[in-house]
């Protein structure tokens, strides 16, 4: 494997190359900590997000989606302290012309050129624009800064239309926006980015439990998507750095090769306690408690959060997926996805132009299930290094053979392993593959 500076940037490079990630505006130069999500990436960003879907909303009975707009009412920012709290203070080098975070800059000099630096200066974290045909402070609306906020705001809402019961979870996945000092560490840190949150609505006393219950639901999915347990740790936060609506915080973390100490954070569970209802009753006027039906009581909940960033997910899937080995004396680069996040799941190969129509045939039959890919460019080796590359799981080879006996070679991604198998029962045999594993059709 690759040192961890090189593995930065061979990942960067395969991601452009590839067609997963591509630096936004590339043709004038790019826009810093801005990017676009290629032909491959979307599939495997768009993967990840149904699992992580499937996981929270889909397979339970008590939690619901919305999904919510972008730009919310400015009062919104006000009750929740972003407008009061959300700033970092903000220092330049008066030699090199870097901006940090006051915060990056222990020493007091410059990390890139040892420098001297400006006093600290308060800087809002918040992208504010305008709504309506006039420009003035009253027409103030902000880009969120976060997707739980609208949760928040729409309890009532979804209280009154669902009548749920305690305990119950609301979940989104949505863009954020934070206008950050520094934004660097490719999808890790940017501007943009997309998270996926739940807020789990309990009561007072139930809080810390369900805080341990959905740590160890979220740690155990991380693993249910690839990611090894080895390369994942929990860190609590102290009382010191814990934000001021927290009673308590742990995230999950990931080794990340550009972290300071090994790791970086992936996502945080926190135990919000009733802040944000409390708060927005204050600001809004309206009532927003819990009438619990049965027992005729009303009450405040508390939530329990997880909050996730889909880019820093997708970073760490590949990360976590990206080997180098030598077969058959030949180097080979292969992302070893799990296959539920494979941006293409299969791959049919002729292996020669002559055989292109029936192969194309078995495409077709696959197509309508899976995303699948058909290449006809280069020897049959070359193609089999391509789909490693990209990470596609399977690979069927249609050859002369299969004009007589009307089977295919099923290849696998990462133990080369190949089984013959029927065309009449090849739909069947993938379904078993992506259900059971390769040993549901090796065995």
């Not at 739940?198 to 979220?218: D, K, L, N, Q």
């Not at 027992?295 to 760490?316: C, M």
Request: aromatic share 10%; glycine share 8%; net charge negative.
């Amino acid at each position: 494997m690759p040192s961890d500076d090189d593995l930065m940037k061979k990942l960067v490079s395969l991601c452009k190359r590839l067609g997963f990630v591509f630096p936004s505006g590339d043709i004038y130069g790019g826009l810093q900590s801005a990017w676009d999500y290629g032909p491959l990436g979307v599939e495997l960003k768009r993967n990840i997000e149904a699992a992580w879907w499937d996981a929270m909303v889909r397979t339970r009975e008590n939690v619901f989606g919305v999904d919510t707009a972008i730009i919310t009412h400015p009062d919104t920012w006000k009750a929740s302290g972003h407008v009061e709290h959300f700033h970092d203070p903000l220092v330049d080098c008066l030699d090199c012309k870097a901006r940090w975070r006051a915060d990056q800059t222990a020493d007091g000099r410059c990390p890139d050129c040892g420098g001297r630096l400006t006093e600290p200066r308060d800087f809002g974290l918040m992208f504010r624009t305008h709504m309506g045909a006039v420009e003035d402070e009253a027409a103030v609306v902000y880009l969120r800064p976060e997707t739980c906020q609208s949760i928040f705001t729409n309890f009532r809402n979804i209280t009154n239309a669902l009548r749920p019961r305690l305990p119950f979870g609301v979940a989104q996945i949505g863009k954020a926006f934070r206008n950050e000092i520094t934004a660097r560490n490719f999808v890790f840190r940017s501007r943009e980015f997309e998270q996926m949150e739940m807020e789990f609505f309990c009561r007072g006393e139930e809080a810390p439990r369900w805080m341990e219950y959905w740590i160890s639901e979220r740690l155990s999915w991380y693993g249910s998507i690839g990611i090894r347990s080895g390369n994942l740790r929990l860190r609590e936060h102290s009382k010191e750095e814990l934000a001021h609506y927290a009673a308590g915080c742990t995230d999950i973390e990931y080794a990340f090769p550009f972290s300071p100490g090994g790791f970086g954070e992936l996502e945080g569970i926190a135990n919000r306690t009733d802040f944000d209802l409390r708060a927005h009753m204050a600001v809004s006027g309206q009532n927003l408690e819990y009438i619990d039906q049965a027992g005729n009581e009303k009450l405040i909940p508390h939530v329990v959060e997880t909050s996730g960033g889909v880019g820093r997910t997708f970073l760490a899937v590949l990360l976590d997926a990206y080997f180098e080995d030598v077969i058959e004396g030949r180097d080979r680069v292969v992302l070893r996805l799990a296959p539920a996040l494979a941006p293409v799941k299969i791959a049919v190969l002729p292996l020669s132009r002559k055989l292109e129509e029936g192969a194309a045939r078995v495409a077709s039959m696959l197509r309508p299930r899976w995303k699948v890919d058909f290449d006809v460019t280069g020897s049959i080796g070359k193609r089999y290094r391509r789909q490693d590359e990209t990470g596609t799981p399977y690979c069927v080879t249609f050859d002369f053979d299969s004009l007589e006996d009307s089977a295919v070679t099923i290849r696998e991604r990462d133990s080369l392993a190949q089984v013959r198998v029927s065309l009449d029962r090849l739909v069947e045999a993938f379904r078993d593959l992506f259900d059971k594993g390769w040993g549901a059709v090796a065995g």
